[in-house]
Nanobody, 124 residues
Framework: QVQLVASGGRLVQAGDSLGLSCEVSGRTSDINAMGWFRQAPGKEREFVAVISQTGDYTNYGDFVEGRFTISRDGAKNTLYLQMNSLKPEDTAVYYC?????????????????WGQGTQVTVSS
């Protein structure tokens, strides 16, 4: 089992920056990547970013447009998401997740373990 605890979400203004963290614990030997997803009210869960366990590969959802950066600190077992130039449409609950298997990295079904989510609200 893998446990994920996300934190860092809060109310910010449009144009602000915000960093999210996700503490990872448990048996991670079968995990091949870590990702962030988000879900806004009334919408489906959306792929935000993914990073390989070695940290040498990252990928982002199309909407990111260079504003977000995913990273990880293996020594601290922590995943990060730095978000810059936030927009009101970035308002959502953000989830960190651990991927296992070979399903596409942008698919929520590829991720076996999920954190509890952290609310990000961007005011205009």
């Amino acid at each position: 089992q893998v446990q994920l605890v996300a934190s860092g979400g809060r109310l910010v203004q449009a144009g602000d920056s915000l960093g999210l963290s996700c503490e990872v614990s448990g048996r991670t030997s079968d995990i091949n990547a870590m990702g962030w997803f988000r879900q806004a009210p009334g919408k489906e869960r959306e792929f935000v970013a993914v990073i390989s366990q070695t940290g040498d590969y990252t990928n982002y959802g199309d909407f990111v447009e260079g504003r977000f950066t995913i990273s990880r600190d293996g020594a601290k077992n922590t995943l990060y998401l730095q978000m810059n130039s936030l927009k009101p449409e970035d308002t959502a609950v953000y989830y960190c997740a651990a991927r296992r298997g070979t399903m596409p990295e942008w698919a929520a079904g590829a991720y076996a373990y999920w954190g509890q989510g952290t609310q990000v609200t961007v005011s205009s």
